[in-house]
């Protein structure tokens, strides 16, 4: 199965640290899309980021980037002076083919608690 | 109301009632998600719809009956659940092409 893995169940950091979230996929697709979510404990799902596999520039988002490794199949996840707020569960997931959104290929997701 | 919104945020029943959750978005989008998350295991497509009509089905049990009577709103009707059906499900919406889904909070299900 092409699947996302995200290595890390959980992490925990202390307030004002960086915190860098893996996220590595398997595809056969020469064109997809790949995304991160993250879900507090309120449950929402919220979107942070979509990234065409034609891109491999990273990008910037206040205390957020994203590092696309497409030869490595890799779309790593990075928190800057983590805060508080930060703490929910992260996922990485994969579009099946680029036209065709409305099946995503979900990780496990990864915990991150930033403690004060 | 903006985004997705979803009723109720928990519900418990018993394995004989019969019960709906709903699911309302508000960002003009056509085509609208129903997911199931449990404990320990990746996000579960169930079903999608798409300008009103079913376009995906994952094998979901037939005690499970979506219903989409317009782009707007979607239901799931639940009846003789057992507690393996016990999870989180969420709603999400999406506008036709390459966007992101954006999802509801969630409703929490226990099935007794």
């Known amino acids: 199965a092409q699947k996302v893995t995200q290595a890390q169940t959980e992490i925990s950091v202390v307030e004002k640290e960086d915190v860098t979230l893996d996220c590595v996929y398997e595809?056969?697709?020469?064109?997809?899309?790949l995304f991160w979510y993250k879900q507090p404990p309120s449950g929402e799902l919220v979107f942070l980021i979509r990234r065409n596999s034609f891109d491999e520039q990273n990008e910037i988002s206040g205390r957020y980037s994203w590092n696309f490794q497409k030869s490595t199949s890799s779309f790593n996840f990075t928190i800057t002076a983590s805060q508080v707020v930060d703490s929910a569960v992260y996922f990485c997931?994969?579009?099946?083919?680029?036209?065709?959104?409305?099946?995503?290929?979900w990780g496990l997701g990864t915990s991150l608690a930033v403690n004060p | 109301e903006t985004g997705v919104t979803q009723t109720p945020r928990h519900l418990v029943m018993g394995m004989t009632n019969k019960k709906s959750l709903k699911c309302e978005q508000h960002l003009g989008h056509n085509a609208m998600y129903w997911y199931k998350q449990s404990a320990k295991k990746p996000l579960e497509l169930m079903f999608v719809?798409?300008?009103?009509?079913?376009?995906e089905n994952n094998s979901v049990p037939s005690r499970f009956s979506p219903e989409c009577p317009n782009s707007s709103h979607l239901f799931l009707h639940l009846h003789t659940l057992q507690p393996e059906d016990s999870a989180l499900y969420l709603c999400?919406?999406?506008?036709?092409?390459?966007?992101?889904?954006?999802f509801g909070p969630g409703t929490r299900l226990t099935v007794l």
């Open positions: 997931a994969r579009a099946k083919n680029a036209g065709n959104n409305r099946k995503l290929i």
């Open positions: 595809t056969r697709d020469t064109t997809y899309y």
């Open positions: 999400a919406s999406s506008q036709d092409g390459s966007l992101a889904q954006y």
């Open positions: 719809y798409n300008f009103k009509e079913q376009t």
